[in-house]
Structure formats: C-alpha cells, structure tokens
C-alpha cells in the first residue's frame, strides 16, 4: 500500500469501528436492561426494538449510497453519522421502551456503511483493495469482541442511557476523523456521468455476490440463536462465553495472510469459493453436533467456531472488494449500497428464521436449513468469473 492508502485505510475502518462498538456494547445487554423501562413487559416490542435498527439501515442504505455518487462521499457520510448520534442521543434520553424504539430506528437511518466502502474503494488500487476491506472487516470483528467482555460491566456502572451515550460519543468522533484524517476525495463534477441503478440489479456477477452477502448474514444470525445454548451444555457458563469468542475471533485474523496470497496470485475467485465451502463444513458440523453424532465438548465448537470465523472474515473482506472492481465506477456507491441492503436484510431475516426454526423443529432443523442455504449459494457463486486484475487506481 502507499501511504495514502494506508491513511485510507486505517482512518476509513476507524469510522466503522467507533460506529460498531457503539453498536455492539448494547446489543449483549439491550433485551436485559429494555425490561427496566415502561412498556418493558412486552418481549415483542424489546424484539422489535433491537430489530428496527436493521430495518431503517436497509431501506436507507441504498439511497445513501446512489447520494454519494452524485454529491460526494465524505458529505454523506458526515451527515449520516450525525443522524446516527442523534437517534443515540435520543435513546439515551429516553424514559420508555417506545422512546428507545424511536431512537433506535434514528440510528438505522443514519446507514453510512455503502458510502464509506465507497470511498475506500475510491481511494485504494484493485491490488490492494481485498487488504484494505479485510482492515475495515477486521476492525468490525475485534469491536464485536471487545464489546462482549466489555458491555456488562459497562451497563452494570452506567445502564442502558450510559451506553447510547457512549454511542453518541464514538459517532461525533467519527466525524471528527471524516473531516481531519480522512484523505481529501476527487472532485465530484456536474458533467459526470452517472450511472442507473438497473446497470446494477441486472449485472450477474453483482447479483450473486448480493445474494450471497444475504446468506452469509442470514445464516450468521441464525448460527447465534443457537450456538449459546449448545456452548452451555458442553460446560460453559454463558458470562464466560466470550472465552471461546475472542479467541476464535482473534485467531481467525491472523488467517488472513492466506487471501491476500491469493489475491495477490490473481485467484480472488477461488478464495471466495472456499470460504463459502468453509462456512458449508462449519453449519454440517455444527448439525452433526446438535444431532449429537459429533461430539459436543468445548474444543470441538471452539473448532468449528475459530473455522466459521476465517470463512466469515475472508468473505467479508473479498466480497465487497469484488463488487467494488465490478461494478462500474459511475454506479460504484449504488451497487455498494445494495449489497450492504441485502446484509441488512440478511440480519433481519436470519433472526427471525433461526428463531422460527429453532422454536418448530429444534436446533438440528435449523443447521440442516443453514447447510442447505450454504450450498444453495455455492452452486450459484460458481458460475462466477474471474476477476481481471488491475493495478490501476480505482478512481
């Protein structure tokens, strides 16, 4: 990387992480702490408020990313998080469960994660560009592990209003880094010309990776109504689940030397196929565990865990690099905002398939589904071509 593109880089995964951590320091602890506010009693409505933040951030994510096409990345993203510290702003306040529903919905609307990724497929050469997202990707993961072992202790000494707080904190930084870290973008001219977002829907190679980033996130959520309570029958207590976490997590980085290997070697395509292959054997395994035909001690899910880690991690930093390299330059901040639509949407759809599964036919039919859905996308990501590589700069 040049040092613009490390300045790229690193300033543009410190965004996500400040807006991330705010993020996850709630979620381990929302559907506790939502009890203690009037209207608490109701577990649709603590449901729907941990859920709407989704919903908003996928119905504008798309017309935030088509925005910073046309009037500029950095703008975007400043006015986005702004939004995103007013709704934490407003849950901070909040003295009901409709209160804290209402800002949650505030913050989803603040959807930056297209512009961003945008912006840093702007600024980063094809080369490159795999290591550059699996920064960004990484900086998600270690926030999410960091928020594990920190978020109890935290809403402990301070309750829910001190972590939306803290939220709002970590957003107004992120603005901070937009406008005095982040490198200047190319000037965005009147003339320019812009692209259509059929260009996007009906480009093949963008319609298999946006399907499969709604697998992946449909399939992850799902995983996680179930993992807990299989970790808690092998023997561990579920305060000390972040124990199989951070490692698996931590570990699971250290395995990315590997993609950017094969990025470098021209095989993009062959390092996303086997990662989807990796997720596949991660959802059999966890089946055969749950039909107990493996066995269900601590080392074999840390196993399995620390393998679906590097399939989720090598899949999150390729698969947006690729649609980035696809997608033509003029529809880049569209074809990112419909990805990160269908994540969203995946997030909302695998809690509640993973919940509705879970609740009819018990944890098994819920890894046979995820398996089948693992392989559903596989067969579809094989018919994709490779990926030229370009030394160019992606502007």
């Not at 512009?115 to 550059?132: E, F, H, I, N, S």
């Not at 865990?305 to 330059?329: D, H, I, K, W, Y």
Request: charged share 10%; proline share 4%; net charge positive.
């Amino acid at each position: 990387m040049t040092a613009q593109e490390r300045r790229s880089s690193i300033s543009l995964a410190l965004i996500f992480a400040l807006r991330m951590l705010g993020l996850f320091l709630v979620l381990p602890v929302f559907a506790l702490e939502a009890r203690k506010y009037p209207g608490g009693d109701d577990p649709a409505l603590i449901g729907l408020a941990m859920g709407i933040y989704g919903l908003t951030q996928a119905l504008l994510q798309l017309p935030l990313g088509m925005a910073s096409d046309r009037f500029g990345r950095k703008r975007v993203i400043v006015l986005g998080l702004l939004v995103f510290a007013a709704g934490s702003l407003m849950a901070a306040q909040a003295d009901s469960l409709t209160g804290l529903l209402v800002g949650r919905a505030l913050q989803g609307a603040g959807a930056v994660s297209a512009a961003v990724t945008a912006l840093l497929a702007d600024q980063t050469r094809d080369g490159v560009r795999t290591k550059a997202m699996a920064l960004v990707g990484g900086s998600i993961g270690l926030m999410f592990a960091v928020a594990l072992v920190a978020a109890p202790p935290l809403a402990e000494h301070f309750g829910l209003s001190g972590l939306f707080t803290l939220t709002c904190a970590l957003a107004l930084a992120g603005v901070a880094v937009v406008l005095w870290v982040v490198p200047a973008e190319s000037p965005r001219h009147a003339d320019a010309p812009h692209g259509r977002l059929a260009d996007v829907w009906r480009h093949a190679d963008l319609l298999r990776l946006n399907l499969g980033v709604f697998v992946l996130h449909t399939v992850q959520l799902s995983m996680w109504v179930a993992v807990p309570t299989l970790l808690v029958q092998a023997g561990l207590p579920k305060s000390e689940h972040w124990h199989i976490y951070l490692p698996a997590v931590v570990l699971s980085f250290a395995m990315m030397g590997g993609l950017f290997s094969l990025e470098r070697a021209g095989h993009l395509r062959a390092a996303l196929l086997s990662s989807i292959a990796l997720v596949l054997l991660v959802q059999v395994g966890l089946g055969l565990v749950t039909a107990q035909v493996a066995p269900q001690g601590l080392w074999w899910l840390g196993g399995l865990l620390f393998l679906f880690f590097c399939g989720f991690n090598a899949l999150e930093a390729s698969q947006p690099s690729l649609v980035s390299r696809t997608a033509p330059a003029a529809v880049r901040g569209a074809a990112l905002g419909t990805y990160n639509t269908l994540q969203s949407l995946g997030l909302f759809a695998g809690g509640a398939l993973g919940g509705a599964l879970v609740r009819w036919g018990g944890p098994s039919s819920l890894f046979v589904v995820t398996s089948l859905l693992c392989a559903a996308w596989l067969a579809l990501a094989w018919g994709m071509r490779p990926v030229a590589r370009q030394g160019g700069h992606g502007h």
